[in-house]
C-alpha cells in the first residue's frame, strides 16, 4: 500500500513539474555579472541553451549562466533564441 502511495505521490509530482515546461525550481537563477552572464537552462542530454520557458527544457532544466554555458560548449537554442 505504501508503494503505491509513494508512486501516485512521484507520478503528481513529475506530471506537474512537466506542465510548467520547466523541471527546476522557479527561484533557482544563477546570479546575473558580467563574469556568468544572465540565466538560461540547459538539458541533461542536449547540446543548447534556453530560455525558461522555451518547450524543450519538458524533461530537464539546469540554471547556469550563458557565458558559462557557451564556455562548456553550449550554443542558443534556435526556437527561443535566448
Do not use: F, W
Request: glycine share 8%.
Amino acid at each position: 500500500m505504501k508503494r503505491k502511495v509513494l508512486a501516485l505521490l512521484l507520478a503528481l509530482c513529475l506530471g506537474v513539474s512537466s506542465l510548467t515546461g520547466c523541471s527546476c525550481n522557479k527561484s533557482e537563477e544563477v546570479e546575473t555579472t558580467e563574469q556568468h552572464g544572465y540565466t538560461v537552462y540547459i538539458t541533461n542530454t542536449g547540446s543548447k541553451y534556453h530560455s525558461k520557458g522555451c518547450q524543450y527544457l519538458r524533461q530537464s532544466c539546469i540554471p547556469i549562466g550563458n557565458i558559462d554555458a557557451e564556455e562548456q560548449g553550449y550554443s542558443p537554442c534556435s526556437r527561443c533564441n535566448p
